[in-house]
């Protein structure tokens, strides 16, 4: 059960975007189409930004998008907003009811 | 609303045991698997256990394996995390989380502190 590979950090400028990957191996990312990926402030509780690889929850903003190739997932976030500053962690099924996330990605808005 | 407020962390000493509470409400606890996850100081997300519904069922990941029991309590809304042995490297905020029919955990506490420690 290898953590999912991240970027240690991303930054962007306030209206430009980024993506962040994540990358696994056939046993998870790219064995299942269960790739989740949560925002995490420090002191709060972790919250859901993506599932099933693309799906939105209801309230997240479109700015928000996840796509997948391969044993790579990624999160891209467009129009960069400085309450987007936080880490972004992705997560993903790996079979026989256990779950792997990624070491998580620390997001700067300059 | 969806509620998930977890307790029990504190300072323990190598060796130690420690049991965490996560009590659920705004949603039908009995009907929902649930989830343990911890972060290390400095370090990612780590996915600790999995119960099911009805508590019949668990899975762990190996580092606890024989160590960290899971459990519930669907009359009281509650979810447990009994940690015994407790190593250095167990030190982390310790978050319970709602799981959606495995493909992701769509409700998280903010977490309670477990430090391992002489």
């Known amino acids: 059960q290898s953590a999912l590979t991240q970027p240690r950090s991303v930054s962007g400028s306030p209206g430009q975007s980024v993506t962040i990957s994540c990358t696994g191996t056939s046993t998870d990312v790219g064995g299942y189409n269960y790739v989740s990926w949560y925002q995490v402030h420090p002191g709060k509780a972790p919250k859901l930004m993506i599932y099933d690889v693309t799906k939105r929850p209801s309230g997240v903003p479109d700015r928000f998008s996840g796509s997948k190739s391969g044993n790579t997932a990624s999160l891209t976030i467009s129009g960069l907003q400085p309450e987007d500053e936080a880490d972004f962690y992705c997560c993903s099924y790996a079979g026989k009811y256990t779950w792997v996330f990624g070491g998580g990605t620390q997001l700067t808005v300059l | 609303q969806v509620q998930l407020v977890e307790s029990g962390g504190g300072v323990v000493q190598p060796g130690g045991s420690l049991r965490l509470s996560c009590e659920a409400s705004?949603?039908?606890?009995?009907?929902?698997?649930m989830h343990w996850v911890r972060q290390a100081p400095g370090k990612g997300l780590e996915w600790v256990t999995f119960i099911r519904f009805d508590g019949n069922d668990k899975w762990y990941t190996d580092p606890v394996k024989g160590r960290f029991t899971v459990s519930r309590d669907n009359s009281e809304n509650t979810l447990y995390l009994q940690m015994n042995s407790l190593s250095p490297e167990d030190t982390a905020v310790y978050y319970c989380?709602?799981?959606?029919?495995?493909?992701?955990?769509?409700?998280w506490g903010k977490g309670t502190t477990v430090t391992v420690s002489s």
């Open positions: 705004g949603f039908k606890f009995s009907s929902y698997d």
């Open positions: 989380a709602r799981d959606h029919t495995i493909d992701y955990m769509d409700a």
